[in-house]
């Protein structure tokens, strides 16, 4: 069920920014998809790095994000310092997890790698529900990342 959603999903990704090089457009697009592909889904989106050890909000949907955060504060600095991606069953049990809405309760994140092997972002997925995020979706947003791998 889950993975059929996310082979539909990168399929209508694709179809999306076939041809497009643009890191703006692609990640608005691919912010779009996501956050609308599951009722649970209250953020999605990405943080840029911006130099550093500093990552600032980028194109995303949902309630809005914290503006900054460094390399060594929330899952997203952590997911940007080690470059490794973090999938967190409860929020509520991680002392560092950084609460832009209340309301989230779990969360994934991973590290997007441009063509250089650089590191120029992370993705950034909120979820309403404890437990939203396993190894499947870490295995089909690790193929969503890759676009820009090619930019
Ligand atoms: N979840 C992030 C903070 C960003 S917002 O929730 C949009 C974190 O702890 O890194």
């Known amino acids: 069920m889950k993975e059929q959603k996310y082979k539909d999903l990168i399929r209508d990704i694709n179809s999306l920014i076939s041809g497009e090089d643009d ?3 692609i990640m608005s697009t691919i912010s779009c998809e996501i956050f609308h592909s599951a009722d649970h889904i209250n953020w999605a989106g990405f943080y ?11 194109p995303y949907q949902g309630g809005h994000g ?10 997203c600095g952590k997911c940007a310092a080690d470059r490794t991606p973090q999938i967190v069953h409860d929020v509520t049990k991680l002392e560092y997890h950084i609460a832009c809405s209340s309301e989230t309760r779990s969360e994934i994140v991973l590290p997007v790698f441009n063509s250089k092997g650089e ?7 909120d979820s309403l529900e404890v437990g939203s995020f396993d190894e499947v979706d870490l ?11 090619s930019v």
């Open 48 to 58: 840029r790095v911006v130099g550093n050890r500093t990552l600032k909000v980028g």
């Open 23 to 25: 890191v703006i457009t």
């Open 119 to 125: 590191l120029i972002a992370v993705l950034d997925i």
């Open 66 to 75: 914290c503006l900054v955060i460094s390399y060594d504060k929330g899952v």
């Open 139 to 149: 295995k089909y947003l690790s193929e969503v990342v890759k676009v820009f791998k």
